[in-house]
């Protein structure tokens, strides 16, 4: 699958993500492992690609992806949680602990909030892969020695 300039302005893509896959790719890529890890990388937004699965396909990748977040959401709720517990035994009069709780928390949902979005990306990309039989499957993170 080649994925087009003119793609994405029949998708509506705004301006600024046609010039950022502009700078990167040029006019067209191809739907490889490596290109969509460099979009990725280079921070272009993805989730439009999306659209290009037809509508059966779109909404088993969208209930797909709705459980994978949902999964997400409760280990933060999780987690939050924990730091709400931790925060009360704490106590207001030690700052430096719970200034310590609250970093390690921020550190904690950057680090899940990354994962989700690469994981989420990386259900797109299967998606996206099924709908085309010539494009490579693997994504260099999922090959296995």
Not at 72 to 95: Q, T, W
Request: charged share 30%; net charge negative.
């Amino acid at each position: 699958m080649k994925i087009t300039l003119d793609m994405l302005e029949e998708l509506d893509a705004c301006e600024e993500a046609r010039d950022d896959f502009s700078k990167v790719f040029g006019y067209s890529a191809e739907l490889t492992p490596e290109n969509w890890e460099i979009a990725i990388e280079e921070g272009l937004a993805v989730r439009w690609c999306a659209a290009l699965l037809d509508s059966e396909v779109y909404c088993e990748y969208t209930l797909e992806k709705n459980e994978l977040e949902k999964r997400y959401d409760v280990d933060m709720d999780a987690l939050r949680k924990r730091m709400n517990i931790e925060g009360e035994s704490i106590g207001a009069g030690h700052l430096h602990a719970m200034v310590k709780l609250q970093e390690t928390f921020r550190h904690a949902r950057k680090a899940r909030n990354a994962l989700r979005q690469d994981e989420t990306y990386q259900l797109l990309y299967s998606y996206l892969v099924r709908a085309d039989k010539d494009t490579p499957i693997l994504l260099s993170q999922q090959v296995t020695t």
